[in-house]
């Protein structure tokens, strides 16, 4: 068993403000990740599939408020929301805001790369 602090995790992602901490637990990752009011993923995801995230993500909104992008619609999550967003998706902030995700370690390690500007 472990406990996990938010500053235990590895910085994979540090600018403007977005904070995205990642390391693995067993077969998957989990990400710790703050993004300040405004914060719009859609340009880093561009040239992935759909111009979205192919990663599927489960976890719980710890503050904040985001819109997820999908081609489907939009739809908004906020503080104490448990969730589950399907590959093809883009986070946009509408307030600061923090989640705790579980994802498949393949998967994510393919989108952070994609934008630490490395190829998918």
């Known amino acids: 068993m472990r406990v996990i602090d938010r500053t235990d995790l590895p910085m994979a992602i540090e600018e403007g403000g977005v904070e995205f901490r990642t390391d693995r637990a067993g077969e998957n990752n989990i990400a710790w990740v703050r993004l300040p009011a405004g914060a719009d993923?859609?340009?880093?995801?561009?040239?992935?599939?759909?111009?979205?995230?192919?990663?599927?993500?489960?976890?719980?909104?710890?503050?904040?408020?985001?819109?997820?992008?999908?081609?489907?619609?939009?739809?908004?999550?906020?503080?104490?929301?448990?969730?589950?967003?399907?590959?093809?998706?883009?986070?946009?902030?509408?307030?600061?805001?923090?989640?705790?995700d579980v994802s498949p370690t393949a998967e994510l390690e393919e989108v952070v790369r994609h934008l630490q500007g490395g190829s998918a």
């Open 41 to 100: 993923l859609r340009p880093g995801l561009a040239g992935l599939p759909g111009d979205l995230c192919p990663c599927p993500h489960w976890g719980y909104m710890i503050s904040g408020r985001l819109v997820m992008h999908t081609k489907d619609g939009d739809s908004t999550y906020e503080a104490g929301q448990a969730f589950y967003w399907a590959p093809g998706h883009a986070p946009e902030a509408l307030e600061d805001c923090e989640y705790l």
